[in-house]
């Protein structure tokens, strides 16, 4: 199946379930997939060669839809989730963080991940770990990425009201296993 190319970017080709039409989202670096971006009724696919403008399409991954957190994995934590981000990791799992707690904008509020096995591993979710809270303040909106040498970065806001976030920056050398401490982006930058 030939697609439009839209840039010189690497592309997530999202595909529609007719396989009719397709829409490519530029990705953030020089990996094929950096996330995947699930989009309800949509299934990604990855672009294998580029050229003339058009794009070749390597293979169609399946859409699959599950809850993270199991039975039993929440104290309280999650009774108000949000903003998940989803990244790809080299072992072929995905690593998820989102910001949760008892109720958003509350200040127990904080950023938390789990980590799905690749299929081949069994597949199955770890137990969620809080991974960042910097303060007695709500923590807002999670944004996990792949850099350059495979340091897995997250950056996320922590505040009580939008005009007071600050952001804050952690990196993890070992694919989302264990983390620095969260340190503010721009020192007072509100």
């Known amino acids: 199946k030939n697609i439009p190319a839209h840039a010189d970017a690497p592309f997530i080709v999202f595909a529609g379930v007719s396989h009719a039409q397709a829409q490519a989202l530029p ?11 699930f989009i309800p009724d949509l299934h990604p696919a990855v672009v294998e060669e580029r050229s003339g403008g058009t794009d070749r399409v390597k293979s169609e991954m399946t859409y699959t839809s599950e809850f993270i957190t199991p039975d039993g994995d929440s104290d309280g934590a999650f009774r108000a989730c949000h903003a998940a981000t989803l990244v790809e990791t080299p072992a072929g799992g995905v690593l998820a963080a989102w910001f949760g707690g008892t109720a958003e904008g ?15 591993d069994g597949g199955k979710w770890s137990l969620s770990q809080r991974i960042a809270k910097v303060s007695n303040e709500a923590h807002w909106n999670p944004v996990l990425f792949w850099g350059q040498g495979g340091r897995l970065w997250l950056h996320f806001k922590v505040g009580d009201m939008i005009p007071l976030w600050r952001t804050y920056v952690a ?20």
Do not use: H, K, M
């Open 171 to 190: 990196q993890s050398e070992d694919s989302g296993a264990t983390w620095s401490t969260p340190q503010e982006l721009v020192e007072g930058d509100e």
């Open 27 to 37: 990705c953030t670096n020089n990996a094929p997939i950096l996330s995947r971006q």
């Open 106 to 120: 509350a200040a127990d509020v904080g950023i938390f991940s789990a980590y799905r096995q690749s299929a081949q």
